[in-house]
C-alpha cells in the first residue's frame, strides 16, 4: 500500500533507508473487537503480511492479546508497534472509556522489547490511513473532481463519534485528533426539542456522540416509537429484542426492502444529522480541503444516503453558504484505516 497523490501526508521518514524493510505490528482496539496485523515498510508505503481479529472482551489486557498473536505468528524481534485507540492519547498514555483499560507506550518497549512503540487516537490513525486509500475507494457527493488545498475534515459515526481534521501546511497534510464528539448536540426545530429533552433525561449532558453512533441511531428510533408513537411492526419488534443482529443492518433492512416507516424515519433523520454535524466540523475547522466521512454507520446505510439532499442540508449555513458549497464531500468506502494507518505512521513519522 503505497501513498495516494490526494493526500500529500507529512511523514518526514519516508526518504529515510532506516526505516525500510521494518518490522511493525500495528493494532486497533476497539470495545467489541481488536484487529492486529504484521507489516513490513518499504518504498514509502507498507504491506500487510497477516491480519487477525480477537473478541476484546475475552482478555483482561492488551498485552495478552498482543502476546497471543505474536505466538501465533511465530514473530521473533519486532522492530515497532503502533496502537490505535478510542480516545484522547496524552504523553504517551491513554485510559479510553469505552475499553476500561490503560494503555502506556513505555510499559510495550519494557515487556515486549519493542525500540520504538506510538500510540494514537483512532481517528488520527484513520486520518493517515486514508492517505493510503485507493480513488475507487472515494465515492464522491460533491466534487470538482479532486481534493482542494486546504485543511481537511474527518467525521466518523460508529461504536463512538470519531472526528478528526487534516491541517494544510501549504505543502502537507498533518492529521490531528480531536474529541469534538463529546461537544454538546443543539436542536433546531421544536420536534428536535422535544428529542433533546428526551434524552437529557436519559444523559444530563446531550453530546453529539449521543446522537451520531450506533447508541445515537438506537436512540433516534426509541424516541419515534416511544415518543412519537410510529409504529413498529411485531416481526422487527422481536428481531431487535433478540438481539442476534446488527442494530443498524437491521435498521437499514427494514427501510430498505420492507418499507417498515419508522425505520426510514429513523435513517432520514440520522443522515439529516450526520449533515448538520458534518457543516459544524466543516466550519470549525475552516476545512475548505474537503469533508470525509468514514465509519462504521455510513458504510453500512451507504445505499440509503441520498447525496444530493445530503449536500443541501450541508450546506445550509447563517452567512458561510458560499464557502461550505464549494467544498468536496467523500464517503469513504473501506473499514481498515485506523490499522493501516498507526503503521504507516509508526513507520514513517520521525526523520
Known amino acids: 500500500m503505497n501513498?495516494?497523490?490526494?493526500?500529500?501526508l507529512f511523514l518526514p521518514g519516508v526518504k529515510n533507508s532506516n526505516n525500510h524493510n521494518v518490522s511493525i505490528i500495528g493494532a486497533n482496539l476497539r470495545e467489541d473487537i481488536t484487529t492486529i496485523a504484521y507489516y513490513i515498510s518499504g518504498n514509502g508505503g507498507i504491506e500487510t503480511k497477516t491480519q487477525k481479529k480477537y473478541s476484546t472482551r475475552d482478555y483482561s489486557s492488551f498485552s495478552d492479546i498482543l502476546k497471543q498473536f505474536i505466538e501465533e505468528e511465530q514473530l521473533e524481534n519486532v522492530k515497532r508497534l503502533g496502537i490505535s485507540v478510542p480516545g484522547p492519547v496524552l504523553n504517551g498514555k491513554s485510559s479510553p472509556a469505552r475499553l476500561g483499560w490503560s494503555f502506556d507506550v513505555e510499559e510495550y518497549k519494557t515487556t515486549f522489547g519493542f525500540e520504538d512503540v506510538c500510540m494514537l487516537n483512532d481517528q488520527e490513525a484513520?486520518?493517515?490511513g486514508i492517505g493510503l486509500l485507493e480513488d475507487s475507494d472515494l465515492d464522491a457527493i460533491y466534487s470538482s473532481g479532486h481534493l482542494e488545498k486546504g485543511n481537511v475534515a474527518i467525521l466518523a459515526p460508529g461504536n463512538g463519534l470519531g472526528e478528526a481534521g487534516y491541517f494544510f501546511d501549504g505543502k502537507y497534510l498533518r492529521p490531528f485528533a480531536t474529541e469534538g464528539g463529546?461537544?454538546?448536540f443543539s436542536p433546531r426545530t421544536n420536534v428536535e426539542v422535544e428529542f433533546y429533552q428526551f434524552l437529557n433525561n436519559i444523559?444530563?449532558?446531550?453530546?453529539?456522540?449521543n446522537v451520531l453512533s450506533k447508541t445515537g441511531l438506537f436512540?433516534?428510533?426509541?424516541?419515534l416509537r416511544d415518543v412519537k408513537r410510529h409504529p413498529e411492526p411485531e416481526w422487527l419488534s422481536d428481531k431487535l429484542n433478540n438481539g442476534d443482529g446488527n442494530f443498524t443492518e437491521e435498521i437499514f433492512r427494514a427501510a430498505i426492502e420492507d418499507d417498515v416507516m419508522i425505520c426510514k424515519i429513523a435513517l432520514d433523520t440520522?443522515?439529516?444529522f450526520l449533515a448538520r454535524e458534518a457543516n459544524n466540523l466543516t466550519l470549525k475547522l475552516k476545512a475548505t480541503g474537503g469533508l470525509l466521512i468514514t465509519g462504521?454507520?455510513?458504510q453500512a446505510i451507504r445505499k440509503y444516503i441520498d447525496k444530493d439532499k445530503f449536500y443541501e442540508k450541508f450546506k445550509i449555513s447563517d452567512k458561510m453558504e458560499d464557502m461550505l458549497k464549494n467544498i468536496p464531500i467523500y464517503l469513504i468506502n473501506k473499514d481498515s484505516t485506523n490499522i493501516d494507518g498507526v503503521a504507516l505512521y509508526t513507520a514513517y513519522y520521525k526523520d
Open 3 to 8: 501513498l495516494n497523490p490526494k493526500f500529500p
Open 126 to 128: 484513520a486520518a493517515y
Open 182 to 184: 463529546h461537544s454538546e
Open 203 to 209: 444523559y444530563g449532558i446531550v453530546s453529539w456522540e
Open 219 to 223: 436512540n433516534i428510533y426509541r424516541f
Open 270 to 272: 440520522f443522515v439529516e
Open 296 to 298: 462504521d454507520i455510513p
